[in-house]
Nanobody, 115 residues
Framework: QVQLVESGGGLVQAGESLRLSCVVS????????VGWYRQCPGKQRELVAT???????SYADSVKGRFTISKDNPKNTVYLQMSNLKPEDTAVYYC?????????WGQGTQVTVSS
């Protein structure tokens, strides 16, 4: 059974940094793509950043230059380093993984950025 466990959310002030972590069950190398999405109240879930098995990376325009996604294969962990956080980054952040055309989600971790 695929499990994704996030950690690292919290309350910060604008301009500060946070790092989110997501540990995936099994070998992370087996996943076609892993990444992060976020959802604000009343809005649809949106892509933040993804990284493929071959380390091809994509970012939402709103986070380019501020967020960095990476993965540590031996630790089966994907990270999201968030810098220069803004109030509009406030959301629940979800870890996502796809394997054999099926999507899996973590439980979400709250990130709140105060102005």
């Amino acid at each position: 059974q695929v499990q994704l466990v996030e950690s690292g959310g919290g309350l910060v002030q604008a301009g500060e940094s946070l790092r989110l972590s997501c540990v995936v069950s099994g070998s992370i190398f087996a996943y076609d793509i892993v990444g992060w999405y976020r959802q604000c109240p009343g809005k649809q879930r949106e892509l933040v950043a993804t990284i493929t098995r071959d380390r091809i990376i994509s970012y939402a325009d709103s986070v380019k230059g501020r967020f960095t996604i990476s993965k540590d294969n031996p630790k089966n962990t994907v990270y999201l380093q968030m810098s220069n956080l803004k109030p509009e980054d406030t959301a629940v952040y979800y870890c996502h993984a796809r394997i054999i055309r099926r999507d899996y989600w973590g439980q979400g971790t709250q990130v709140t950025v105060s102005s």
